[in-house]
Protein backbone atom coordinates (compact mmCIF):
# COMPACT_ATOMS: atom_id res chain seq x y z
CA UNK A 1 0.00 0.00 0.00
CA UNK A 2 2.79 2.03 -0.67
CA UNK A 3 2.21 5.77 -1.85
CA UNK A 4 -1.50 5.46 -2.70
CA UNK A 5 -2.80 8.96 -1.71
CA UNK A 6 -6.49 9.03 -0.31
CA UNK A 7 -9.29 12.16 -2.00
CA UNK A 8 -10.32 13.87 1.01
CA UNK A 9 -13.64 14.95 0.63
CA UNK A 10 -15.62 17.24 2.40
CA UNK A 11 -19.33 16.35 3.52
CA UNK A 12 -22.08 18.68 3.84
CA UNK A 13 -21.66 19.20 7.24
CA UNK A 14 -17.77 20.51 7.01
CA UNK A 15 -16.26 17.07 8.17
CA UNK A 16 -13.45 15.73 5.75
CA UNK A 17 -13.81 12.33 4.74
CA UNK A 18 -11.44 10.18 2.42
CA UNK A 19 -12.16 8.02 -0.50
CA UNK A 20 -10.28 4.63 -0.07
CA UNK A 21 -11.22 1.96 -3.06
CA UNK A 22 -14.14 3.23 -3.84
CA UNK A 23 -15.31 3.67 0.42
CA UNK A 24 -15.97 6.97 2.33
CA UNK A 25 -14.33 7.11 4.90
CA UNK A 26 -15.31 9.33 8.06
CA UNK A 27 -12.54 10.35 10.44
CA UNK A 28 -12.27 8.40 13.66
CA UNK A 29 -9.48 10.27 15.27
CA UNK A 30 -5.35 11.03 14.99
CA UNK A 31 -2.48 11.10 16.58
CA UNK A 32 0.06 13.68 15.34
CA UNK A 33 0.15 12.86 11.44
CA UNK A 34 -1.42 9.19 11.84
CA UNK A 35 -5.52 9.27 11.20
CA UNK A 36 -8.13 6.64 11.88
CA UNK A 37 -10.96 6.63 9.81
CA UNK A 38 -14.21 4.37 9.71
CA UNK A 39 -16.61 3.34 7.01
CA UNK A 40 -19.58 6.05 6.77
CA UNK A 41 -22.00 3.08 6.58
CA UNK A 42 -20.86 1.32 10.34
CA UNK A 43 -24.20 1.90 11.95
CA UNK A 44 -26.69 1.18 9.45
CA UNK A 45 -24.58 -1.49 7.74
CA UNK A 46 -22.43 -2.71 11.07
CA UNK A 47 -19.44 -2.07 8.96
CA UNK A 48 -16.37 -3.11 10.40
CA UNK A 49 -14.41 -1.38 7.71
CA UNK A 50 -11.81 0.68 8.82
CA UNK A 51 -8.63 2.41 7.61
CA UNK A 52 -5.24 4.53 8.68
CA UNK A 53 -3.35 7.00 6.74
CA UNK A 54 -0.69 9.36 7.76
CA UNK A 55 -0.81 12.68 6.60
CA UNK A 56 2.77 14.01 4.75
CA UNK A 57 2.91 17.01 3.03
CA UNK A 58 -0.66 17.57 3.32
CA UNK A 59 -1.83 14.38 1.59
CA UNK A 60 -3.24 11.48 3.16
CA UNK A 61 -1.02 8.05 2.67
CA UNK A 62 -2.59 5.01 2.92
CA UNK A 63 -0.93 2.56 5.75
CA UNK A 64 -3.63 -0.20 6.52
CA UNK A 65 -7.24 -0.84 5.29
CA UNK A 66 -9.96 -3.47 6.60
CA UNK A 67 -12.36 -5.25 4.60
CA UNK A 68 -15.76 -3.80 4.56
CA UNK A 69 -19.33 -6.25 4.26
CA UNK A 70 -20.89 -4.29 1.86
CA UNK A 71 -20.14 -3.34 -1.71
CA UNK A 72 -18.27 0.11 -2.81
CA UNK A 73 -19.83 2.88 -4.51
CA UNK A 74 -17.30 4.33 -7.09
CA UNK A 75 -20.24 7.19 -7.68
CA UNK A 76 -20.64 8.01 -3.97
CA UNK A 77 -17.78 10.30 -4.07
CA UNK A 78 -19.17 12.06 -7.09
CA UNK A 79 -22.45 12.66 -5.19
CA UNK A 80 -21.37 14.17 -2.21
CA UNK A 81 -18.89 16.60 -3.87
CA UNK A 82 -21.89 17.91 -6.14
CA UNK A 83 -24.75 18.23 -2.57
CA UNK A 84 -21.96 20.21 -1.41
CA UNK A 85 -21.59 22.61 -3.93
CA UNK A 86 -25.23 22.92 -4.79
CA UNK A 87 -25.90 23.56 -1.07
CA UNK A 88 -23.17 26.79 -1.51
CA UNK A 89 -24.57 28.15 -4.36
CA UNK A 90 -27.88 28.14 -2.69
CA UNK A 91 -26.47 29.90 0.18
CA UNK A 92 -24.69 32.40 -1.89
CA UNK A 93 -27.93 33.09 -3.87
CA UNK A 94 -30.78 35.29 -2.77
CA UNK A 95 -33.09 34.44 -5.01
CA UNK A 96 -36.79 33.36 -4.03
CA UNK A 97 -38.09 30.14 -5.08
CA UNK A 98 -39.89 30.13 -8.38
Known sequence: MNNI???VVS???NKDKISVYGY???KDRNRQNTYYWHC???KSFWCTGRATTKL??????LHSFSEHNHAAEASRV??????KVLKERVQQNNDQPV
Open 5 to 7: ICE
Open 11 to 13: SAK
Open 24 to 26: LMV
Open 40 to 42: EKY
Open 56 to 61: VEDQHQ
Open 78 to 83: NVVKTI
